[in-house]
Protein backbone atom coordinates (compact mmCIF):
# COMPACT_ATOMS: atom_id res chain seq x y z
CA UNK A 1 0.00 0.00 0.00
CA UNK A 2 1.08 3.38 -0.72
CA UNK A 3 0.59 6.22 1.34
CA UNK A 4 0.12 9.96 -0.02
CA UNK A 5 0.77 12.48 2.32
CA UNK A 6 -0.32 15.88 1.35
CA UNK A 7 -2.32 19.13 3.00
CA UNK A 8 -4.18 19.63 -0.28
CA UNK A 9 -7.38 17.15 -1.15
CA UNK A 10 -7.12 17.63 -4.45
CA UNK A 11 -3.53 16.92 -4.90
CA UNK A 12 -4.50 14.14 -3.13
CA UNK A 13 -7.10 12.94 -5.50
CA UNK A 14 -5.64 13.68 -8.34
CA UNK A 15 -2.43 11.13 -7.21
CA UNK A 16 -5.23 8.69 -5.82
CA UNK A 17 -6.27 8.41 -9.68
CA UNK A 18 -2.72 7.83 -11.32
CA UNK A 19 -2.16 4.70 -8.44
CA UNK A 20 -5.72 3.47 -8.34
CA UNK A 21 -5.34 3.06 -12.74
CA UNK A 22 -1.94 1.17 -12.07
CA UNK A 23 -3.77 -0.85 -9.65
CA UNK A 24 -1.81 0.27 -6.32
CA UNK A 25 -3.69 0.17 -3.39
CA UNK A 26 -3.88 3.51 -1.34
CA UNK A 27 -4.08 5.34 1.57
CA UNK A 28 -3.55 9.17 2.05
CA UNK A 29 -2.89 11.55 5.26
CA UNK A 30 -3.47 15.81 5.58
CA UNK A 31 -0.64 16.44 7.82
CA UNK A 32 2.91 15.32 9.02
CA UNK A 33 1.64 14.42 11.95
CA UNK A 34 -1.50 12.47 10.34
CA UNK A 35 1.45 10.71 8.54
CA UNK A 36 3.48 9.68 11.67
CA UNK A 37 0.39 8.09 13.54
CA UNK A 38 -0.51 6.16 10.16
CA UNK A 39 3.17 5.03 9.22
CA UNK A 40 3.22 3.77 12.95
CA UNK A 41 -0.17 2.17 12.72
CA UNK A 42 -0.29 0.27 9.30
CA UNK A 43 2.65 -0.98 6.89
CA UNK A 44 3.32 0.95 3.44
CA UNK A 45 5.50 0.43 0.65
CA UNK A 46 6.47 3.89 -0.19
CA UNK A 47 5.49 7.10 0.69
CA UNK A 48 4.77 10.07 -1.05
CA UNK A 49 5.40 13.43 0.50
CA UNK A 50 4.68 16.81 -0.40
CA UNK A 51 7.55 19.29 1.03
CA UNK A 52 5.47 22.01 1.81
CA UNK A 53 3.04 21.48 4.60
CA UNK A 54 1.73 23.80 7.61
CA UNK A 55 3.20 21.68 10.74
CA UNK A 56 5.67 19.53 10.32
CA UNK A 57 6.80 19.82 6.74
CA UNK A 58 8.03 17.17 4.19
CA UNK A 59 11.32 17.14 5.43
CA UNK A 60 10.80 16.76 9.40
CA UNK A 61 8.51 13.77 8.49
CA UNK A 62 10.49 11.68 6.66
CA UNK A 63 13.45 12.40 9.41
CA UNK A 64 11.32 10.99 11.93
CA UNK A 65 10.17 7.79 9.64
CA UNK A 66 13.62 7.19 8.79
CA UNK A 67 14.40 7.39 12.84
CA UNK A 68 12.45 4.77 13.57
CA UNK A 69 13.60 1.07 12.97
CA UNK A 70 10.24 -0.43 11.96
CA UNK A 71 10.03 2.35 9.21
CA UNK A 72 13.37 3.63 8.77
CA UNK A 73 13.52 1.47 4.85
CA UNK A 74 10.48 2.67 3.46
CA UNK A 75 10.98 4.45 0.19
CA UNK A 76 10.25 7.99 0.42
CA UNK A 77 9.59 10.01 -3.24
CA UNK A 78 9.45 14.08 -2.03
CA UNK A 79 6.89 15.45 -4.44
CA UNK A 80 7.49 19.54 -4.54
CA UNK A 81 5.91 22.51 -6.64
CA UNK A 82 8.63 25.18 -5.99
CA UNK A 83 11.98 24.87 -4.20
CA UNK A 84 13.90 23.25 -6.79
CA UNK A 85 17.25 24.17 -6.31
CA UNK A 86 20.39 22.07 -5.40
CA UNK A 87 20.48 23.14 -1.68
CA UNK A 88 16.46 21.53 -1.06
CA UNK A 89 16.67 18.86 -3.20
CA UNK A 90 20.08 17.31 -0.99
CA UNK A 91 18.12 18.22 2.03
CA UNK A 92 15.05 15.98 0.93
CA UNK A 93 17.67 13.11 0.64
CA UNK A 94 19.87 13.88 3.91
CA UNK A 95 16.32 13.61 5.37
CA UNK A 96 15.93 10.08 4.25
CA UNK A 97 13.91 10.65 0.66
CA UNK A 98 14.78 8.42 -1.81
CA UNK A 99 13.81 10.69 -4.57
CA UNK A 100 12.50 14.06 -5.49
CA UNK A 101 9.82 15.06 -7.71
CA UNK A 102 8.62 18.73 -8.93
CA UNK A 103 5.06 19.10 -9.82
CA UNK A 104 3.72 19.16 -12.57
CA UNK A 105 5.50 15.68 -12.82
CA UNK A 106 4.75 12.96 -15.85
CA UNK A 107 2.75 10.32 -14.57
CA UNK A 108 4.39 7.57 -16.69
CA UNK A 109 7.94 8.82 -14.76
CA UNK A 110 6.51 8.64 -11.45
CA UNK A 111 4.92 5.05 -11.95
CA UNK A 112 7.94 3.85 -12.89
CA UNK A 113 10.08 4.80 -10.32
CA UNK A 114 7.67 4.20 -7.66
CA UNK A 115 7.41 0.31 -9.20
CA UNK A 116 11.47 0.63 -9.02
CA UNK A 117 12.05 1.81 -5.39
CA UNK A 118 8.85 -0.98 -4.45
CA UNK A 119 10.92 -3.67 -5.94
CA UNK A 120 14.05 -2.42 -4.30
CA UNK A 121 12.20 -2.09 -0.65
CA UNK A 122 10.66 -5.78 -1.29
CA UNK A 123 14.59 -6.45 -1.88
CA UNK A 124 15.74 -5.44 0.99
CA UNK A 125 12.82 -6.83 3.36
CA UNK A 126 13.57 -9.81 1.85
CA UNK A 127 17.32 -9.88 2.24
CA UNK A 128 16.69 -8.57 5.74
CA UNK A 129 14.64 -11.45 6.57
CA UNK A 130 17.42 -14.05 5.08
CA UNK A 131 20.10 -12.21 7.45
CA UNK A 132 17.83 -12.98 10.39
CA UNK A 133 16.79 -16.51 9.69
CA UNK A 134 20.94 -17.34 8.99
CA UNK A 135 22.03 -15.20 12.29
CA UNK A 136 18.80 -17.67 14.56
CA UNK A 137 20.54 -20.65 12.76
CA UNK A 138 24.08 -19.58 13.26
CA UNK A 139 23.38 -19.36 17.22
CA UNK A 140 20.99 -22.56 17.33
CA UNK A 141 24.27 -24.34 15.79
CA UNK A 142 27.07 -22.62 18.21
CA UNK A 143 23.85 -23.83 20.88
CA UNK A 144 23.60 -27.10 20.06
CA UNK A 145 27.53 -27.52 19.80
CA UNK A 146 27.79 -26.37 23.39
CA UNK A 147 24.79 -28.71 24.78
CA UNK A 148 27.01 -30.63 22.97
CA UNK A 149 30.25 -30.44 24.31
CA UNK A 150 28.62 -29.99 27.50
CA UNK A 151 26.84 -33.71 27.24
CA UNK A 152 30.40 -34.89 26.47
CA UNK A 153 31.97 -33.47 29.74
CA UNK A 154 28.85 -34.55 31.80
CA UNK A 155 28.77 -38.53 29.85
CA UNK A 156 32.85 -38.78 30.75
CA UNK A 157 32.45 -37.91 34.20
CA UNK A 158 29.37 -40.43 34.90
CA UNK A 159 31.62 -43.15 32.99
CA UNK A 160 34.90 -42.10 35.17
CA UNK A 161 33.28 -42.66 38.30
CA UNK A 162 32.19 -46.48 38.11
CA UNK A 163 35.77 -47.02 36.56
CA UNK A 164 37.72 -45.11 39.84
CA UNK A 165 35.87 -47.51 41.73
CA UNK A 166 36.66 -50.48 40.10
CA UNK A 167 40.24 -49.46 39.82
CA UNK A 168 39.87 -48.86 43.94
CA UNK A 169 38.19 -52.32 44.28
CA UNK A 170 40.15 -54.43 42.61
CA UNK A 171 43.38 -53.30 44.46
CA UNK A 172 41.28 -54.51 47.68
CA UNK A 173 41.16 -57.12 46.05
CA UNK A 174 44.44 -58.13 45.39
CA UNK A 175 45.29 -57.00 49.09
CA UNK A 176 42.88 -59.49 50.36
CA UNK A 177 44.52 -62.26 48.97
CA UNK A 178 47.82 -61.47 49.47
CA UNK A 179 46.37 -61.67 53.28
CA UNK A 180 44.67 -64.82 52.20
CA UNK A 181 41.02 -62.73 53.78
CA UNK A 182 38.46 -64.65 51.00
CA UNK A 183 35.56 -63.40 52.63
CA UNK A 184 36.75 -59.78 52.15
CA UNK A 185 37.91 -60.76 48.48
CA UNK A 186 34.68 -61.50 47.58
CA UNK A 187 32.85 -58.88 49.39
CA UNK A 188 35.08 -56.50 46.65
CA UNK A 189 34.63 -58.70 44.04
CA UNK A 190 30.50 -57.82 44.55
CA UNK A 191 30.91 -54.57 44.73
CA UNK A 192 33.18 -54.59 41.65
CA UNK A 193 30.42 -56.78 40.06
CA UNK A 194 27.43 -53.88 40.59
CA UNK A 195 29.83 -51.27 39.30
CA UNK A 196 30.17 -52.77 35.90
CA UNK A 197 26.31 -53.06 36.32
CA UNK A 198 26.16 -49.64 36.59
CA UNK A 199 28.72 -49.04 33.60
CA UNK A 200 26.76 -50.93 31.24
CA UNK A 201 23.43 -49.35 31.97
CA UNK A 202 24.99 -46.15 31.37
CA UNK A 203 26.82 -47.46 28.40
CA UNK A 204 23.15 -48.99 27.51
CA UNK A 205 21.22 -45.93 28.23
CA UNK A 206 24.04 -43.76 25.83
CA UNK A 207 23.54 -46.64 22.60
CA UNK A 208 19.51 -45.81 23.59
CA UNK A 209 19.68 -42.42 23.30
CA UNK A 210 21.31 -42.44 19.75
CA UNK A 211 19.53 -44.79 18.61
CA UNK A 212 16.23 -42.97 19.20
CA UNK A 213 17.93 -39.64 17.44
CA UNK A 214 18.28 -42.06 14.47
CA UNK A 215 15.31 -43.90 14.64
CA UNK A 216 17.21 -47.33 15.03
CA UNK A 217 15.82 -48.33 18.23
CA UNK A 218 14.74 -52.08 17.67
CA UNK A 219 12.02 -54.00 19.44
CA UNK A 220 11.12 -57.74 19.34
CA UNK A 221 6.92 -57.55 19.91
CA UNK A 222 5.03 -60.44 21.20
CA UNK A 223 2.48 -61.59 23.23
CA UNK A 224 3.38 -61.54 26.76
CA UNK A 225 1.71 -62.32 30.08
CA UNK A 226 2.23 -58.87 32.12
CA UNK A 227 2.47 -59.71 35.64
CA UNK A 228 6.00 -62.45 35.15
CA UNK A 229 7.74 -59.65 33.67
CA UNK A 230 6.63 -57.00 36.55
CA UNK A 231 7.83 -59.69 38.90
CA UNK A 232 11.19 -60.65 37.51
CA UNK A 233 11.75 -56.37 36.79
CA UNK A 234 11.12 -56.25 40.75
CA UNK A 235 13.22 -59.26 41.69
CA UNK A 236 16.33 -58.07 39.70
CA UNK A 237 16.40 -54.95 42.05
CA UNK A 238 15.63 -56.60 45.46
CA UNK A 239 18.83 -58.45 44.71
CA UNK A 240 20.60 -55.24 43.46
CA UNK A 241 19.41 -53.19 46.00
CA UNK A 242 18.62 -55.07 49.38
CA UNK A 243 18.88 -52.10 50.98
CA UNK A 244 15.12 -50.90 50.03
CA UNK A 245 12.17 -53.20 50.21
CA UNK A 246 9.64 -53.01 47.51
CA UNK A 247 6.29 -53.62 48.62
CA UNK A 248 4.12 -54.49 45.52
CA UNK A 249 0.29 -54.91 45.78
CA UNK A 250 -2.25 -56.04 42.66
CA UNK A 251 -1.95 -58.28 39.59
CA UNK A 252 -2.54 -57.44 36.10
CA UNK A 253 -3.91 -60.94 35.43
CA UNK A 254 -3.92 -59.80 31.40
CA UNK A 255 -1.58 -60.28 28.25
CA UNK A 256 0.35 -56.81 26.02
CA UNK A 257 1.68 -57.17 23.12
CA UNK A 258 5.26 -55.71 22.86
CA UNK A 259 8.98 -56.05 24.02
CA UNK A 260 9.18 -58.02 27.50
CA UNK A 261 12.81 -56.37 27.61
CA UNK A 262 12.12 -53.19 27.20
CA UNK A 263 9.14 -53.53 29.45
CA UNK A 264 11.57 -54.30 31.96
CA UNK A 265 13.64 -51.71 30.92
CA UNK A 266 11.12 -49.01 31.81
CA UNK A 267 9.98 -50.79 34.87
CA UNK A 268 14.19 -51.16 36.22
CA UNK A 269 14.51 -47.72 35.58
CA UNK A 270 11.35 -46.30 37.57
CA UNK A 271 12.77 -48.75 40.07
CA UNK A 272 16.34 -47.62 40.24
CA UNK A 273 15.19 -43.92 40.09
CA UNK A 274 12.92 -44.64 43.18
CA UNK A 275 15.70 -45.63 45.07
CA UNK A 276 18.25 -43.32 43.93
CA UNK A 277 15.94 -40.05 44.67
CA UNK A 278 15.37 -41.15 48.25
CA UNK A 279 18.45 -41.27 50.28
CA UNK A 280 16.25 -41.37 53.63
CA UNK A 281 13.96 -44.08 53.14
CA UNK A 282 13.70 -47.21 52.52
CA UNK A 283 10.47 -48.18 51.14
CA UNK A 284 9.29 -48.47 47.54
CA UNK A 285 6.10 -48.55 46.54
CA UNK A 286 4.54 -51.00 43.43
CA UNK A 287 1.19 -51.28 42.21
CA UNK A 288 -0.26 -52.79 39.29
CA UNK A 289 -3.63 -52.28 38.38
CA UNK A 290 -6.34 -52.43 35.21
CA UNK A 291 -8.43 -49.55 33.97
CA UNK A 292 -11.80 -50.87 32.36
CA UNK A 293 -9.79 -53.89 31.30
CA UNK A 294 -7.94 -51.80 28.79
CA UNK A 295 -4.91 -50.46 30.11
CA UNK A 296 -2.71 -52.11 33.11
CA UNK A 297 -1.70 -49.76 35.10
CA UNK A 298 1.55 -49.44 36.81
CA UNK A 299 2.47 -47.08 39.67
CA UNK A 300 5.86 -46.59 41.36
CA UNK A 301 6.11 -44.68 44.57
CA UNK A 302 8.68 -43.44 46.96
CA UNK A 303 8.50 -41.02 49.92
CA UNK A 304 11.85 -39.34 48.93
CA UNK A 305 13.00 -35.91 47.47
CA UNK A 306 9.88 -34.87 45.41
CA UNK A 307 10.15 -32.65 42.11
CA UNK A 308 8.64 -29.17 42.03
CA UNK A 309 5.55 -28.81 40.37
CA UNK A 310 7.11 -26.48 37.68
CA UNK A 311 9.36 -29.19 36.65
CA UNK A 312 6.93 -32.48 35.84
CA UNK A 313 6.51 -31.56 32.50
CA UNK A 314 10.26 -31.70 31.53
CA UNK A 315 11.14 -34.42 33.13
CA UNK A 316 10.79 -37.33 30.71
CA UNK A 317 12.61 -34.97 28.17
CA UNK A 318 16.41 -35.64 26.35
CA UNK A 319 19.00 -34.75 29.50
CA UNK A 320 17.13 -32.85 31.25
CA UNK A 321 17.72 -33.18 35.20
CA UNK A 322 16.08 -30.65 37.58
CA UNK A 323 18.54 -28.33 38.80
CA UNK A 324 18.31 -28.41 42.27
CA UNK A 325 19.18 -31.78 42.73
CA UNK A 326 21.48 -32.44 40.08
CA UNK A 327 24.86 -32.01 42.13
CA UNK A 328 23.85 -34.22 44.97
CA UNK A 329 22.80 -37.63 42.68
CA UNK A 330 24.45 -38.51 39.58
CA UNK A 331 22.73 -38.77 36.22
CA UNK A 332 22.48 -38.23 33.03
CA UNK A 333 19.09 -37.38 32.21
CA UNK A 334 18.61 -40.08 29.46
CA UNK A 335 16.63 -42.59 31.48
CA UNK A 336 13.26 -41.32 31.59
CA UNK A 337 13.41 -40.12 27.94
CA UNK A 338 14.07 -43.36 26.56
CA UNK A 339 11.06 -44.97 29.20
CA UNK A 340 9.15 -42.55 27.41
CA UNK A 341 9.71 -43.91 24.10
CA UNK A 342 9.34 -47.36 24.92
CA UNK A 343 5.70 -46.28 26.60
CA UNK A 344 5.12 -44.54 23.33
CA UNK A 345 6.17 -47.41 21.27
CA UNK A 346 4.00 -49.57 22.91
CA UNK A 347 1.10 -46.78 22.78
CA UNK A 348 0.78 -46.67 26.40
CA UNK A 349 0.85 -43.11 28.59
CA UNK A 350 3.23 -42.17 31.46
CA UNK A 351 3.42 -38.95 34.13
CA UNK A 352 4.44 -38.10 37.48
CA UNK A 353 2.73 -36.81 40.88
CA UNK A 354 4.87 -35.26 42.72
CA UNK A 355 5.37 -32.92 45.79
CA UNK A 356 8.75 -31.65 46.81
CA UNK A 357 10.07 -33.41 50.10
CA UNK A 358 7.08 -35.91 50.23
CA UNK A 359 7.98 -38.29 47.48
CA UNK A 360 7.03 -38.95 44.00
CA UNK A 361 5.05 -41.32 42.47
CA UNK A 362 5.88 -42.14 38.59
CA UNK A 363 3.44 -44.32 36.49
CA UNK A 364 2.93 -45.55 33.15
CA UNK A 365 0.31 -48.00 31.08
CA UNK A 366 -0.01 -50.55 28.30
CA UNK A 367 -2.77 -51.80 26.20
CA UNK A 368 -4.25 -54.97 27.24
CA UNK A 369 -4.17 -57.12 24.24
CA UNK A 370 -6.21 -57.81 22.80
CA UNK A 371 -7.81 -55.02 22.87
CA UNK A 372 -11.72 -55.29 23.25
CA UNK A 373 -13.27 -53.35 20.39
P1 LIG B 1 18.97 -39.26 35.75
O1 LIG B 1 18.43 -39.93 36.95
O2 LIG B 1 20.13 -39.94 35.13
O3 LIG B 1 19.22 -37.81 35.95
P2 LIG B 1 16.34 -39.70 34.49
O4 LIG B 1 15.95 -39.42 33.07
O5 LIG B 1 16.09 -41.06 35.00
O6 LIG B 1 17.86 -39.29 34.57
O7 LIG B 1 15.56 -38.66 35.40
C1 LIG B 1 15.50 -37.30 35.02
C2 LIG B 1 15.39 -36.43 36.24
O8 LIG B 1 14.11 -36.65 36.87
C3 LIG B 1 16.39 -36.74 37.33
O9 LIG B 1 17.59 -36.03 37.11
C4 LIG B 1 15.67 -36.27 38.60
O10 LIG B 1 15.87 -34.89 38.72
C5 LIG B 1 14.20 -36.52 38.27
N1 LIG B 1 13.69 -37.77 38.88
C6 LIG B 1 13.48 -38.95 38.26
N2 LIG B 1 12.94 -39.85 39.10
C7 LIG B 1 12.78 -39.21 40.28
C8 LIG B 1 12.23 -39.60 41.58
N3 LIG B 1 11.75 -40.82 41.80
N4 LIG B 1 12.23 -38.65 42.54
C9 LIG B 1 12.69 -37.40 42.32
N5 LIG B 1 13.22 -36.99 41.13
C10 LIG B 1 13.25 -37.87 40.12
Redesign the pocket.
Known amino acids: MILIVDDKPENIIALKRILEKNHYQVDSALSGEEALKKVLKNSYDLILLDVQMPGLDGFEVAESISGYSKTQDIPIIFLSAVNVNKQFISKGYASGGRDYMVKPFDPDVLILKIKTFIKLYEQTISLQKMQQVLVEEIEFRKQAERTKDEFITMASHELKTPLTSIKGYMQMVERSFDKDLKDDARKYLERTRQQLEKLNILIDDLLDTSKIASGKLDFRNGVYEVDPIIDNAIDIVRQTYPSHAIIKTGRAGVDIYGDQLRIEQVIL?YLT??I??SPNSAEILFDVSLISNEEVLINVT?S????PKDKQSE?FTKF???EE??NR?Q???????ICAEIIKRHHGRYGVD?EPGKG?S?YFTLPVYPQQV
Open positions: NNAKYDGIGILYRVSSFGLGMGLYSSF
